[in-house]
């Protein structure tokens, strides 16, 4: 099987959504997702872009996706944050998550990031038993904390 991975354009963010969407119905939060194509397509690839896009492809269909963007730390400088990396599921298992990973690895290198950092879910083992094979720091010192859009919009 030939797996390529490469830059996404905006031609696959409509697959790229539907990735997106089957992640969140595997995390049982389907009626999360309010993103949309257009959406991506503005945030992605308009004027000021917040994300960066990978996608691997078999046989010219996408399969999965690593989506990531710029963060700052006031303690180290500039760095990447991971916010997903999707497979499809008939094609997990054949290391094409380690593939869109690793490309994520590189980008940070080349964009000189001083840090890589990701979340994974505490149930998802599978996901827990991929990133420890590289070796990467589980820390559960640190709370999440968030507010949602409504409660933005309601400050």
Known sequence: MNISVRKGTKEDMPSVHA???????????PNEVTNSVTDMLIDGFG?????????AEVEKK?????????KYS???????YLD????????????IGSLLFDAVVKDSRKMN???LHWQVLDWNEPAI?????????????????KLTEDQINSF
């Open 19 to 29: 990735l997106i969407y089957e992640l969140a119905v595997f995390e049982k939060a």
């Open 47 to 55: 004027e000021n872009p917040v994300f960066f896009c990978l996608v």
């Open 62 to 70: 996408i399969v999965g996706t690593a989506i990531y963007h710029l």
């Open 74 to 80: 006031t303690w180290k400088g500039r760095g990447i």
């Open 84 to 95: 997903d990396i999707v497979v499809t599921e008939s094609m997990r298992g054949k290391r």
């Open 113 to 115: 990031a001083k840090q």
């Open 129 to 145: 038993q991929f990133y420890k094979k590289y070796q990467a720091n589980m820390d559960g010192e640190w709370i999440n904390c």
